[in-house]
């Protein structure tokens, strides 16, 4: 499947010496030229959320003659043949796709620059330890492990959920939450964030041998307005369905993290699309190319994504009886313009 | 990772192990799975996880443009826009299906016409438990437990489903979806009145809330109607006017509990008992009707169990009991012998069913996934009319069904799907389905697919005995003591056959306000099996009626479904089939036409609006063309207008509403049966809900 799939967006391999479309462009722009950067796109497996992802970033390193000149990339899946430490010598970044590839970089790759995409905050900070003179590992605060692993979070900041779901419902006061195993050691961080906002928190956590109906119960019923947070996806599918039946029976908006979930009947969902991530993951590879060309070796610090899309469940809004914004002015309020643009 | 080039050893013990390991094969599998190690982070196949939806067409969480077959959701707003007052009548709003009343209190739903007085080739299920009737081979829609406020939605697969649902799903099945104990909260109690000949009155309490850990659900409701009243043999006002004696009652009580002990197991009991009379028809004598006692109850018991992030589990249990009796005794006199007393209502006995379903799906990458069932069912049947000779029969039934479903890239989708069944009036039976969509892209899908599917004869068609016994007395001369065979079965009844094919278009638009679905199919029915007489060397006419798989046709068809929704709170619903049949059904050596036993045109159109002060509206039409019914008449076309408007008023803590229905507006019509007049019926409805 590699085969026919892969990207080659030059003209000929690494080491190859200067390309044809090199050469033009130097003798056009008619000054020094680096080398084209060299990148590996590795990912565990062809999976669509990893295609869609490298499918996207292709596109927007392609738009001008000069990007192609300078972007060198190619894929390799570690379910059919893993790179060689000989292999990863030839490259100047690499950039993983989703939470097993990062695993193996980890333990494979010493000296490459690393940018891992498609990966959760909670799992870049689980498998990259902060370095000794970073050792806050506080959700808001995205951190690199030195200079050479950086990373494009999948999971939106708590700051933007909370800002959306004001938006979304600004009468709210009291918000409702459900922690699982994983996501619970971002519960203070939360509280602390929803009393910034005036908002109070009634959250419930929940492990997996505990009864969901009874845990959700008095969160629902003390609350105006709920906030799915991913977890685990046995413990995303076995919740959603009672915290879907519960949150409309109680006839409050349920903002969620996922288009799936808004199609399954929550109000609104925040969320990056592996197509967001491609666009983003451009950008870095721009920002990263200047601090090059300017001499300096050291990463852009990890990120959240700074692009996102918001879903809404009109026949829910309808039900619920909410006027909604419209989307364009949603993102709009949510992102204002540069703000987030910035590393 | 998982390497994709072999297949998973769990699959390869389902096809290849016999049948009595299996059950068990499934469950220690599963079960070793479940200590399968969890990912210690969140990963982004968490974000990307799917959540529940569409499951009867596979069982497998599929969006509709995932689907293999053409579906219809029928939700709980529409059911109560539709003003329907029996349970029956929301199947008109579902392209290709026709709903009829062969009286007051005894329906028809059928896919594609054929409309007998038992129809059997839909499955019907409440909660995926299988009501079909084996005593009668049909569903009783009046004593099905249930009331419409129980209901939460409605799957209608349009289109042969046995790949999933087995034998009775041979051209559509419907899944009727009730509403969990956690949908409602506190206590509704309505009450409905109907005007004219039928004076329906109607009475339904419910309550949910929770006690300790238990979630319940609790629903009693009672319903009556005085029945057609009069009306003329054949519709024809020149004969003598007569009594239409088909009144009816009904009192139903159900529970519905949910019990969550962890984050991955949910039990489902669901619990429910009815009692009640009907006036039906006697089939062996034209317009007199006797009442017919009916009881019924039913246990269904439902795990479901999350074994890892991947993989389901849930094992279904229920048991249905249903009895109907009532006798008739009618003076028969033969000849210059004495009269004496024989009981003509033949559709009595007992109905029973136990049966036991795991099934498991599986997500084996994001390419595959796969839906197991492997089920055992035990149906036993007592009657001493329709089994004179055995009184009580019965029959063990194994099914094996797999779907998988595969993506090939990006814009094409695989579904190939079979069941495998062995019951005692058939050896073994392969039904396959294959089906592909094609992603045109965000808004619009393709579908193609082949199926070839076999029904077996019920237990009923495969031993019905129905005979008349003379008394042993010497004044009957050589007619003491003898049987007078009227239906007899030889019991060489082959499984009816159905080959289809067709193409399907959905569109949904991006915000979900509209969506639009077009089907065309070609269904090839071959050996249908149907009543037909043959010669028989009795005593009185020399010959008997019998089962026999006398039927073939072909519909071929165009369905089209339309949903539209605005922003200034008026949708519309519309449902439109266009049917065309050949097809005969031979009798000894003369043969009679089926093309008219289809209407070539059914329409559905509901339109809805939401007003200022609480108030609602809705305006339904209904068309069905000239129809020969099966064992009924050939009725004429009719159209059929329908309206309902209600007021609501909110309180602090409680909601009441008004609702006032008003059915068939215009001039009467008839359905199935010419005699039947279905006049302007107009419904009050009063429901108060509160805390």
Partial sequence: MTGCWALLLTLAGPGSGLLPGYAQAESRVNSPHPPPNRVLLLGSHPAPIYQRMTERLQQQLQQTEEDQTYWHFEHRWLNQTEPSADLLKQYDLLITLGTEAARWSVTQTRSLPVLHTLITRQAFQGLIPPSPHQPSAQPRQATASGTSRSAIFLDQPYERQLHFAQLIFPDARRLGTLMGPKSRIDLPHLQQLSLSRKLTLNSATLDTQDNPIQALQPVISNSDMFLAIPDQAVFNRNTARWILMMTYRHGIPLIAYSQRYVEAGALAAIFSSPESIGRDTADWLRQWQRRRLAGSVELLPARYPQRFEIEINRATARSLQLQLPDIERLRRQLQPLGQELQP | ?691
């Fill in chain 2, 1 to 691: 990772m998982t390497d994709h080039s072999t297949a998973h050893p769990i699959y390869e013990s389902l096809w290849r192990r016999p049948v009595p390991c299996l059950l068990g094969g499934v469950l220690l599998a599963t079960f070793s799975l479940n200590a399968q190690a969890l990912q210690p982070f969140i990963t982004e196949d968490d974000m990307f996880s799917s959540l529940p939806t569409v499951k009867s067409a596979t069982r497998l969480q599929q969006t509709l443009q995932q689907s293999p077959v053409a579906m219809t959701l029928i939700d709980r707003e529409l059911i109560r826009a539709s003003g329907a007052v029996n349970l029956a009548d929301v199947f008109r709003l579902v392209p290709g299906f026709q709903t009829y009343h062969i009286h007051a209190n005894l329906f028809g739903v059928v896919s594609h016409g054929q409309g007998q007085y038992h129809p059997g080739r839909l499955e019907v299920m409440v909660d995926g438990r299988s009501v079909h009737l084996t005593l009668l081979s049909t569903v009783d829609w009046a004593a099905l437990g249930i009331t419409l406020d129980d209901i939460d939605y409605i799957e209608v697969v349009r289109g042969s489903n046995i790949q999933t649902q087995g034998s009775n799903a041979f051209l559509g099945a419907i899944n009727i979806v009730t509403r969990d104990p956690l949908q409602d909260q506190g206590s509704r109690i309505s009450l409905t009145r109907g005007s004219g000949s039928l004076k329906t009155q109607g009475y339904h309490l419910r309550h949910s809330g929770h006690w300790g850990p238990l979630n319940v659900r609790l629903s009693a409701n009672y319903h009556s109607n005085n029945g057609t009243g009069r009306g003329h043999d054949d519709g024809d006002s020149s004969n003598p006017e007569m009594r239409i004696e088909d009144q009816g009652e009904i009192s139903q009580f159900n529970l519905r509990t949910t019990y969550t002990p962890t984050l991955t197991d949910s039990f489902d009991l669901q619990l429910g008992i009815s009692d009640g009379q009907t006036g039906t028809e006697l089939i062996s004598v034209d317009n007199d009707y006797v009442d017919r006692d009916v009881s019924s109850h039913y246990q269904n018991l439902t795990w479901q169990h999350s074994l890892n992030q991947d993989m389901d589990l849930k094992v279904q249990a229920y048991h249905n009991y249903l009895r109907y009796s009532g006798d008739a005794l009618y003076p028969i006199s033969v000849g210059s012998f004495p009269t004496f007393q024989a009981d003509l209502a033949f559709d009595k006995g007992t109905s029973e069913r136990y049966d036991l379903d795991v099934e498991l799906t599986h997500s084996l990458d994001p390419y595959n996934r796969f839906a197991w069932e492997a089920g055992v069912r035990y149906d036993r049947l007592e009657s001493d009319s329709l089994l004179y000779e055995d009184g009580s029969i019965s029959d063990w039934q194994w099914r094996l069904s797999g779907n998988w479903e595969h993506r090939l890239n990006r814009n094409w989708l695989l579904n190939l799907g079979a069941m495998l069944e062995h019951s005692g009036t058939i050896d073994h039976q392969l039904s396959p389905r294959l089906a592909l969509n094609y992603q045109l892209d965000s808004q619009q899908s393709l579908r193609a697919s082949v199926t070839r599917a076999y029904r077996a004869p019920s237990l009923l068609e495969a031993n019905m005995d129905v005979q008349l016994h003379f008394p042993e007395d010497p004044a009957y001369g050589g007619l003491s003591g003898a049987l007078l065979n009227l239906l007899h079965q030889p019991q060489d009844l082959r499984p009816e056959k159905l080959t289809a094919y067709e193409i399907g278009y959905l569109w949904q638009a991006p915000d979900g306000m509209s969506q639009f679905d077009a089907r065309l199919f070609i269904e090839d029915i071959e050996r249908g099996i149907d009543q037909a007489y043959s010669y028989y060397d009795d005593l009185m006419d020399d010959q008997v009626r019998e089962y026999r798989n006398t039927s073939d046709w072909r519909s071929r068809g165009l369905e089209l479904q339309w949903r539209l929704e605005t922003e200034h709170h008026h949708w519309l619903h519309a449902a439109y089939a266009f049917t065309d049949v050949e097809g005969e059904k031979r009798t000894g050596s003369s043969s009679t036409s089926l093309d008219n036993s289809t209407p070539s045109h059914t329409l559905a159109l509901l339109a809805g609006t939401r007003l200022p002060w609480d108030v609602s509206g809705s305006l339904g039409f209904y068309r069905l063309t000239q129809t020969q019914w099966l064992g009924g008449d050939k009725t004429p076309s009719y159209n059929r207008v329908d309206i309902r408007l209600a007021k609501s008023f909110q309180a602090a803590r409680s909601e009441a509403e008004v609702e006032l229905v008003a059915q068939n507006l215009f001039s009467e019509y008839q359905e199935f049966d010419l005699k039947n007049d279905f006049g302007t019926r107009v419904f009050l409805r009063l429901s108060l809900d509160f805390q």
